[in-house]
């Protein structure tokens, strides 16, 4: 089974985890998609040396036309790819490929998928993967077609996206992506909308919500202006109280305990009260006074 290049089980009713085929080092077409798979994403998938196309010596390995290749018994594979379903024949032979999609897939992406640098197309549609887009995407240089779409991914579009020069088909369409769309470079060419609908917090071109996320809204400010006052007066009354009740046991525990503390505490309040009550009688005599200027006139 080393040899075996193209292995497609499209369309079954395929259940469990995905197989490891760490052993398939030619495989370069793989179809598993519409099937009931669970589970991740194997790790060893990043592994897979027909999509590396690269010995231990760093030179390319060239696999040799036999009889599939010349398809002698005119075989045709119906192959969803680039946004159309399109029948290969020989030319399977050369087509590099991965489509797991519509699946019951879950996890992450995993980081050594971007080993492939032979990969044209993926598709990873359609799933329930979770976690972000692989940093180093960028890395599959000749990735022609890449299909996140359905899923709940999250986290930034990398940047290193845009770096695809030979990317003809994006879609990362109904996810939770977020942030600015790197619209740079190569992703320019895909000004259609449509490669990002469903994620609602992405912003920037080619779509048509802004980014204002560093800048919110003046009536943002207001409100959040708002928020801090009546949570700076809550905390405020609610400091206060226990501030009340210590204070006032502090002050009640000296006059109980200190005799002398007491005795001056009291002489204070006798000479407060004089001066309120002598204030009060001399105002009402000052009024009084007034009235009686002004009843005589």
Not at 2 to 11: E, G, V, W
Not at 127 to 154: F, T, V, Y
Not at 257 to 277: A, P
Request: glycine share 6%; net charge neutral.
């Amino acid at each position: 089974m080393t040899s075996l290049r193209i292995l497609t089980l499209k369309a079954n009713n395929f259940t469990g985890n995905l197989p490891l085929l760490s052993n398939l080092t030619s495989l370069h077409f793989l179809d598993f998609s519409h099937n009931s798979f669970v589970g991740s994403i194997p790790q060893s998938y990043g592994n897979l040396m027909g999509m590396i196309n690269i010995n231990m010596n760093g030179r390319a390995i060239m696999f040799p036309y036999d009889t599939f290749a010349k398809n002698r018994l005119g075989i045709k594979i119906i192959v969803f790819t680039k946004g159309l379903e399109l029948p290969y024949g020989s030319i399977l032979s050369s087509l590099v490929f991965i489509d797991l999609s519509a699946n019951n897939l879950s996890g992450q992406i995993p980081k050594e998928i971007v080993n492939l640098a032979e990969l044209q197309n993926l598709n990873l549609s359609s799933n329930n993967l979770l976690g972000a887009i692989p940093s180093d995407i960028g890395l599959m240089q000749k990735l022609e077609s890449l299909d996140l779409s359905r899923n709940e991914l999250i986290g930034l579009i990398p940047l290193s996206l845009s770096t695809l020069n030979f990317l003809e088909i994006l879609n990362l369409s109904h996810n939770n992506l977020f942030g600015k769309i790197p619209y740079v470079n190569h992703l320019i060419t895909f000004n259609n909308p449509s490669s990002y609908v469903g994620n609602l917090n992405l912003c920037g071109a080619p779509i048509e919500k802004n980014c204002t996320s560093d800048e919110p809204p003046s009536n943002a400010h207001n409100q959040e202006d708002e928020d801090d006052n009546d949570s700076q007066s809550t905390w405020f009354y609610i400091g206060l109280m226990p501030g009340f009740v210590v204070g006032f046991w502090i002050v009640w525990g000296i006059l109980l305990f200190k005799k002398e503390w007491r005795r001056i505490y009291f002489i204070c309040l006798d000479h407060m009260y004089d001066m309120i009550y002598v204030k009060i009688v001399v105002t009402i005599s000052k009024i009084k006074r007034a009235l009686a200027v002004m009843n005589s006139k």
